[in-house]
C-alpha cells in the first residue's frame, strides 16, 4: 500500500532535539488547517462532518475540533465515552458487534447508534427510545479498495448487511442507513459506490431522514475534488430528501503529525542494519499490517540505503530501507510524517517497548508543550 501523504509543511524547520525519543509531535495549526478544509466542504454542500475517533483521538484538540465540525463518530462504549466527556456535537456510534452491557450506556450517550445486522438491532431493540436515532450499516457489495483486509467491502465482510439482502422489515424503526466502502481516497470511487448502490435503496428514501457515507475521504488532500464533491452531497440531499453525513478521521490530522525517532546501533549484515527506539510492531503497525513504507523527514534522493528497523524481538520489526539525512550513526534523530492518525491510536507495548510521548506544536506560535508522557506502569498495568 502506498501513502499518499507525506508532505513536511512546517516540520521541515522543527528542531528534532526538541523532545524526547520515541515521540509523536503534533501541530496544532495544520489540524486547524485540515479542519477548515473540512468546515468549508460542510458549509458549501450542507453535509454533516463528524470527526472518526478510531483514527485520531488526541483529545487534547477536542475543543479545537468542535470549533469547526458537527460532532464524533465513535466504534464502541469506551470512545463514546470519550466523546461524551471531551467532544462537542453529535455522538454516533457504530460497532459491528455490541455487546449486551454496554447498550444501555451506549444508548444514553450517542444521538445515533448504528447497527451491523437487523439481527443486532431486533436483540437489542428493548434498549432503544426516542431519545436516539437508530441506524443500519448497509455493505454496498462493491469494491473500490486497494487493499482486501483495508476493505470493508472484500467478499465475505463482516462489515454492514449486504445490501442485496435488504428487505422493508430490516428498516422498521430505522432513521438513516450508513455505508462505509473507501480507505484512504478520492471523490471517484465513492462516487462510483453511490452510483451502485442507489438503485438499491431508492425504494426508502422517503422513510429515511439519514444518509452515512462513512469515511476513507481524503478530503483534505491537495488534490481531492472537493468542488464536485459538494454539488455531488448537495444533489444526494435533493435527491434523496435525507441529511448527508460524513466521518472523515485521517483528513483530519493529513500530514499534521511527525513521529520522531533516534539511531540506537548501526552495523552490517549484507547491507547496512539500524536499530532505532521506533518500533514498528508497537508504534506503527500498519507499517507491518498493510503493508506500506512510511515517509520519512527529508529523506535523500540517492547515496547508500540503511535497513530500519525496531529494538523488539520481532524478526519482522522492519520499518524500511531509507538514504538517512543525517549521518547513520548512533544518537542521530530522523522522523517518519503523517504519523498523528492511526499510528497514535493502534501504539502498544509488545516486548515491554517504551510508549512514545505526545506533544503539541503550533508552527504558527512555535509553542511546544508536551501533552503526556508514558512511564514502565502502562507495561505493567496491562499485565496481571
Known amino acids: 500500500m502506498e501513502t499518499r501523504a507525506g508532505d513536511p509543511g ?3 524547520r522543527f528542531d528534532l532535539n526538541r523532545v524526547p525519543t520515541p515521540a509523536f509531535v503534533v501541530d496544532e495549526a495544520a489540524v486547524r488547517r485540515n479542519l ?61 458487534g455490541y455487546k449486551a452491557s ?5 444508548v444514553a450517550i450517542s444521538d445515533h447508534v448504528i447497527f451491523n445486522s437487523p439481527n443486532q438491532h431486533r436483540r437489542f431493540a428493548a434498549f432503544l427510545d426516542d431519545s436516539v436515532d ?19 467491502c472484500s467478499p465475505h465482510s463482516r462489515l454492514g448487511f449486504p445490501v442485496s439482502q435488504l428487505q422493508p422489515e430490516h428498516l422498521q424503526g430505522v432513521s438513516g442507513i450508513h455505508f462505509h466502502s473507501l480507505c484512504e481516497q478520492d471523490f471517484v470511487p465513492l462516487k462510483r459506490t453511490w452510483e451502485y448502490l442507489k438503485p438499491k435503496i431508492a425504494p426508502w428514501f422517503g422513510r429515511l431522514k439519514w ?3 462513512g469515511g ?3 478530503i483534505t488532500r491537495a488534490d481531492y475534488q472537493r468542488d ?31 513521529l520522531v525517532g533516534e539511531l540506537l546501533d548501526v552495523f552490517d549484515n549484507g547491507m547496512p542494519i539500524g536499530i532505532t527506539d ?38 519482522g520489526d522492519i520499518i524500511g530501507d531509507y538514504r538517512l539525512p543525517v549521518p547513520a550513526e548512533p544518537g542521530q534523530r530522523f522522523a517518519f510524517l503523517d504519523q498523528a492518525h492511526y499510528s497514535m491510536v493502534k501504539t502498544n507495548t509488545f516486548n515491554g517497548v517504551p510508549l512514545p510521548s505526545i506533544w503539541l506544536w503550533n508552527s504558527d506560535t512555535d509553542e511546544l508543550r508536551c501533552v503526556r508522557e508514558f512511564g514502565w506502569e502502562e507495561f505493567r498495568d496491562r499485565l496481571s
Not at 488526541?58 to 468542535?66: E, R
Open 134 to 152: 437508530v441506524g443500519l450499516r448497509i455493505n454496498p457489495e462493491h469494491a473500490e479498495g486497494e487493499v482486501a483486509k483495508y476493505d470493508p
Open 102 to 106: 454496554d447498550m444501555a450506556e451506549i
Open 10 to 12: 512546517a516540520f521541515a
Open 278 to 315: 521506533i518500533s514498528a510492531t508497537c508504534h506503527m503497525p500498519d507499517v507491518i499490517e498493510a503493508p506500506y513504507r512510511p515517509a520519512m523527514l527529508g529523506e535523500r534522493s540517492g547515496g547508500p540505503a540503511i535497513r530500519l528497523g525496531g529494538p523488539s524481538c520481532l524478526a
Open 211 to 213: 444518509l452515512n457515507f
Open 36 to 96: 477548515a478544509v473540512l468546515a468549508d466542504v460542510k458549509k458549501r454542500s450542507g453535509a454533516k462532518v463528524l470527526s472518526a475517533l478510531k483514527a485520531f483521538s488526541m483529545w487534547s484538540l477536542a475543543d479545537v475540533v468542535g470549533e469547526y465540525l458537527d460532532g464524533v463518530c465513535t466504534s464502541g462504549l469506551w470512545e463514546a465515552r470519550l466523546a461524551r466527556d471531551h467532544y462537542k456535537g453529535e455522538i454516533a456510534t457504530y460497532c459491528a
Open 216 to 218: 476513507g475521504h481524503h
Open 228 to 258: 464536485e464533491l459538494v454539488e455531488f452531497i448537495k444533489g444526494v440531499r435533493a435527491e434523496t430528501g435525507c441529511d448527508v453525513y460524513l466521518e472523515p478521521g485521517e483528513a483530519i490530522a493529513l500530514d499534521a503529525g511527525i
